[in-house]
């Protein structure tokens, strides 16, 4: 809305901002907008590409509108899923997704589906790809994942944070599904350090 107020909005039509705006925008990474008209956003991102490179503008739109980073356990409603995921199966798989860092008995998901254990069971299953055990088990995964990359907190403090009781099973679990450590997955995801 600042870059409508001063006049490159209005400037969308123009020369600079018009299709040739539009062209750069596209090989601009996502941002969150529509691409079904360009956004003040975008045409300010696609001046800066123009005039300072690709790099500077992609770091802009990251502090802008940064995207969440995903790993491999990244839960994604549909993702593994069949082509119909009922509302039912959704609210649970977001409320496991909610609450991964708690206990959860399976029953408190079937209730937020208004299910029976058993018939919850069986269609989480067939219209997510995995039980809700496995789809918890990759919400903590990945909860741990960030936490690894994001802050300097000791394994054993995330492991616990995230439903998965200690260090010694966190490590387990990445050895098994990623066949690394907890800390040589920390070092190999974090930037490097240049001094």
């Given at each position: ?165 200690g260090g010694g099973w966190l490590a387990k679990l990445f050895r098994k599904h990623l066949a690394t450590t907890p800390t040589e997955y920390r070092a190999s ?7």
């Amino acid at each position: 809305m600042l870059l409508e107020a001063i006049g490159f909005g209005d400037a969308a039509s123009g020369p600079r901002f018009g299709e040739h705006a539009r062209e750069i925008s596209k090989n601009l990474p996502g941002v969150g907008f529509s691409t079904v008209s360009v956004s003040p956003l975008r045409n300010a991102l696609a001046v800066v590409q123009e005039d300072f490179g690709a790099e500077i503008a992609r770091q802009i739109a990251d502090r802008v509108a940064p995207q969440p980073q995903r790993t491999r356990f990244t839960p994604a409603v549909g993702e593994n899923a069949s082509a119909y995921v009922s509302e039912q199966i959704q609210a649970s798989a977001k409320w496991l997704e909610a609450n991964g860092d708690r206990a959860i008995a399976i029953d408190e998901a079937a209730q937020v589906a208004a299910m029976s254990e058993r018939n919850f069971l069986r269609r989480f299953k067939i219209e997510m790809g995995v039980t809700p055990s496995d789809y918890l088990l990759s919400v903590r995964l990945d909860m741990c994942c960030r936490l690894l990359v994001e802050t300097n907190l000791p394994i054993d403090k995330i492991a616990r944070r995230c439903g998965l009781g200690g260090g010694g099973w966190l490590a387990k679990l990445f050895r098994k599904h990623l066949a690394t450590t907890p800390t040589e997955y920390r070092a190999s995801k974090r930037p490097m350090s240049t001094s």
